[in-house]
């Protein structure tokens, strides 16, 4: 028997709609096999707790995280209390605090999922972005001076490591090595910024002379976002500082459809900490409470997570499942459909019980 133990943390808005829905498909899988457990412990950390509380989780939750096996997150984001105060109290101490320094965030059309970009077929775009998680431009490092004079001046630091910049690039190309294209876009801005981003240049450069195998090419990330739309087939593996790749990857997902099905994964590398998975998107305020959530990026991350737990059998069942549901035109309004959460999470359920995967 392989037992897991899972951290859950819906936190807000939506989160705990595609979470709860996730739990689901998780004890479905469980009861596809013989030798799998999951035991889900739930959080209620988020904008609730911080209104009861005055912090986002408490001060030993990473502790308290710890030992777990793998943390699934929901979204965070309160109409209420400022975002940054959402996202640093909660996510990006995670993040940090456990060293998941590499956000991988797959991005492919799946069946039966029209994509935005005019005659973009489901093998057109197939992409891999990996996003540098614990550095670059929100390192948090900065401040204000004379707030609210007109002198006043305010600083958004960048911190670039060799250590740091080194790491993701060999992350990167270790997963572009697995691909069946072996095809690494590096991207940066480094005709404008001429320090950290060159510094990035040169990295790549030389960590590149360890895959001989992988096919390589950099680019500016404002060409990047024409090269992602008119030429999606030239891509495959992508890696881009925090920021870049944060915007990218808003733009992946909404080539692929929707923010709804674009999931993440935020790893620790070398397994010193549990790692967490969710779905790119925030806590979707306009649709909380209406039961239209789309669960599909929840349900890819759980893959994601399996997947990293080594269990590749149940990922894959997973993800066929969610592509026979997609396939069927079992849709959220997001993606042109009319089917609810429920009715989504139903259907991939039965996938799951039925799957000869
Ligand atoms: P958002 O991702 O919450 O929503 C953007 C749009 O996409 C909305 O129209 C929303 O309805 C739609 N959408 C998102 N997920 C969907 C899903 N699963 N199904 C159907 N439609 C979906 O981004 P936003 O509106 O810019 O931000 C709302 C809040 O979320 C803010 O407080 C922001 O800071 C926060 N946020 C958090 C995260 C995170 O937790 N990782 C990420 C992005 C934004
Ligand atoms: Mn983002």
Redesign the pocket.
């Known amino acids: 028997m392989r037992e897991f133990a899972i951290a859950a943390i819906p936190a807000d808005?939506?989160g705990p709609e595609?979470v709860d829905a996730s739990l689901e498909v998780l004890q479905a899988l469980e009861e596809r096999s013989d030798d799998l457990r999951f035991k889900v412990t739930s959080f209620d950390w988020g904008s609730d707790y911080y209104r009861k509380h005055g912090v986002m989780m408490p001060d030993d939750g990473l502790k308290q995280l710890k030992g777990f096996d793998s943390i699934l997150f929901g979204?965070?984001?309160?109409q209420q209390v400022p975002?940054h105060v959402?996202?640093w109290g909660l996510?990006l101490q995670i993040c940090q605090g456990f060293d998941q320094y590499a956000n991988v965030r797959p991005t492919r059309i799946l069946p039966g999922i029209q994509s935005p970009l005019r005659n973009c077929k489901p093998g057109n775009l197939d992409w891999i972005i990996i996003r540098e998680n614990s550095e670059g431009e929100y390192s948090g490092v900065g401040g204000r001076a004379h707030r609210g004079h007109p002198e006043e001046v305010a600083t958004e630091v960048s911190i670039f490591t060799r250590t740091g910049v080194e790491r993701i690039m060999r992350y990167a190309f270790e997963v572009a090595a697995t691909r069946p294209r072996k095809l690494l876009t590096v991207v940066t801005k480094s005709n404008a910024q001429k320090h950290g981003m060159v510094m990035w240049d040169e990295i790549a450069e030389e960590v590149s002379k360890d895959y001989p195998d992988v096919r390589w090419d950099k680019m500016l990330v404002d060409a990047m976002t024409v090269r992602m739309t008119l030429k999606p087939e030239s891509l495959d593996t992508i890696v881009a500082t925090n920021l870049h790749a944060d915007i990218l990857s808003d733009l992946a997902g909404a080539l692929a459809g929707?923010?709804?099905v674009a999931p993440t994964a935020n790893i620790d590398p070398e397994r010193r900490f549990p790692s967490m998975f969710?779905?790119?998107?925030?806590?979707?305020?306009?649709?909380t409470g209406k039961g239209i959530?789309?669960p599909v990026?929840s349900f890819w991350s759980t893959a994601q997570m399996l997947d990293h737990l080594k269990e590749t059998k149940a990922a894959a069942r997973l993800m066929s499942a969610i592509e026979r549901t997609t396939a069927a035109g079992i849709l959220?309004p997001?993606v042109g459909g009319d089917a609810r959460t429920k009715d989504v999470t139903r259907a991939v359920v039965d996938a799951i019980r039925t799957s000869n995967v």
């Open positions: 808005g939506i595609v979204a965070v984001g309160d975002d959402t996202l996510r929707s923010l709804g969710e779905p790119i998107h925030g806590s979707a305020f306009d649709i959530a789309n990026a959220t997001d």
